[in-house]
């Protein structure tokens, strides 16, 4: 179990970054869905151990992860936003190189270890290949399969799709999917799509808070039958966002589709519409 108590974070520039996050969290896929500049690289960094916080404390099970961030370390599996891989090294050198320094000394280990991570993300038959010329997924695969050295018992993705296109996205989603569920996975992402698909557990966090937690499911239950949508004229969204609890409004077949919150049926044109954790997402985040 991780636990995340009273987490506040102000940056030197005045940007409070966090502001008195708490979480506990329990073994499988959980996501953490908020927009850009949310705070989730800020809460990922932390308890990753590579910024402090100014209040507050992280337990993850007997670990003091401030107190005790090597112990941390060394259970921890760690793909961050921006993965930087040395361009002229192969996969496979890299993966041995890394396995060293995490503390793998056996050389035969070491190479079934490496051969055994190639085959699990699909890289194997590129593993020569310089990390330099690899795609985006491929890169993001690879970041997996390093930060599976070791058996972590805590692994943190940070906005691993970004950037990904649909293919790429599904093949990297599907490889996440398989990591034990006897672990705990951290997702942060601004992609609702991501959580729908990966996470039984999960928190939006929106402006440093925690503004929504709970099981997806059950999360969009919650909804259910007080979306109506309606196919409007661009100019009357502002029109349509006085008069309604308006969730969003987005751009559907060139044309506008509102959508917003009503226990009753608005009248008006308005259709019934099949919640999903998007209008959670956007009824939620300031
Ligand atoms: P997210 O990962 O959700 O996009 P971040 O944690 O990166 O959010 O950022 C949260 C807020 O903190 C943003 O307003 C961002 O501009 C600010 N911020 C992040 N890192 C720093 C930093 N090193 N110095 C100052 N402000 C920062």
């Known amino acids: 179990m991780l636990q995340i ?9 005045g940007v409070q970054a966090l502001k008195d996050i708490n979480l506990n969290i329990s073994n499988g896929m959980f996501g953490l869905l908020g927009p850009n500049g949310a705070g989730k690289s800020t809460l990922m960094r932390t308890i990753a151990t590579l910024q402090d916080a100014d209040t507050g404390s992280i337990l993850f099970g007997d670990i003091d992860v401030f107190k005790q961030k090597q112990e941390l370390r060394q259970v921890l599996g760690y793909l961050p936003q921006e993965f930087g891989v040395y361009p002229k090294v192969s996969a496979e050198e890299m993966l041995h190189y890394i396995a060293r320094l995490k503390g793998i000394a056996d050389p035969k280990e070491r190479k079934e270890l490496v051969k ?3 085959e699990q993300v699909n890289l194997y038959n590129h593993r020569s290949k310089s990390l330099g ?7 993001q695969r690879f970041g997996i399969a390093q930060a599976l050295i070791g058996n972590p018992k805590l692994i943190i ?3 691993p799709t970004a950037g990904l296109d649909p293919a790429e996205r599904l093949r990297f989603n599907n490889l996440l999917s398989e990591i034990g569920e006897n672990i705990i996975v951290i997702l942060s992402t601004h992609i609702v799509d991501d959580v729908s698909e990966l996470c039984n557990d999960m928190a939006i966090i929106s402006g440093g808070k925690v503004v929504q937690r709970g ?3 059950e999360l969009v239950l919650g909804l259910e039958n007080k979306i ?5 004229k661009k100019e009357e969204v502002a029109k349509y966002q006085a008069e309604y609890k308006m969730v969003t ?9 509102v959508y917003i919150n009503s226990d009753t049926d608005p009248g008006n044109g308005f259709k019934s519409e099949k919640a999903t954790l998007e209008e959670i997402y956007f009824s939620n985040i300031i």
């Open 5 to 13: 108590s009273g987490l506040s974070k102000t940056y030197p520039n």
């Open 116 to 118: 055994a991570l190639l």
């Open 133 to 139: 010329g690899y795609s985006g997924g491929m890169k």
């Open 157 to 159: 993705v940070d906005e």
């Open 215 to 217: 099981n997806p499911d």
């Open 228 to 232: 109506w949508t309606k196919r409007v």
């Open 249 to 257: 409004a987005k751009l559907s077949g060139g044309s506008m589709m």
